[in-house]
């Protein structure tokens, strides 16, 4: 049983900067892709980011945090991180990590179907 643990939110200003980091159990963590994704009240969970398995190459973000945030991972910490600058109040959601549901591939990343775990949340909150 894979487990995932996010943690780093919190309550910002907009303009302001989180960084969110989600450590992973398991052994074959750099076999993985892994993805960001949050949801706001009364929203649909959607796709944020996503990293690729190995050395973490290429990576993929939603249009509206292009330039904002930053996808990256640490194999050795089974860990993965979203930096989030410049941050909006229409960022404010629940922020969820998920590991990709098969090894070596990166398919369809930004589908909540194609993730087979996915942690608990971490709720990020942008005042204006």
């Known amino acids: 049983q894979v487990q995932l643990v996010e943690s780093g939110g919190g309550l910002v200003q907009a303009g302001g900067s989180l960084r969110l980091t989600c450590a992973a159990s398991g052994r074959t963590f750099s076999r993985y892709a892994m993805g960001w994704f949050r949801q706001a009240p009364r929203k649909e969970r959607e796709f944020v980011a996503a990293?690729?398995?190995?050395?973490?190459?290429?990576?993929y973000y939603e249009d509206s945090v292009k330039g904002r945030f930053t996808i990256s991972r640490d194999n050795a910490k089974n860990t993965i991180y979203l930096q989030m600058n410049s941050l909006k109040p229409e960022d404010t959601a629940v922020y969820y990590c998920?590991?990709?549901?098969?090894?070596?591939?990166?398919?369809?990343?930004?589908?909540?179907?194609?993730?087979?775990?996915w942690g608990q949340g971490t709720q990020v909150t942008v005042s204006s």
């Open positions: 998920a590991r990709h549901g098969s090894t070596y591939y990166s398919g369809n990343y930004y589908l909540f179907d194609a993730y087979d775990y």
């Open positions: 990293i690729s398995w190995g050395g973490g190459k290429p990576t």
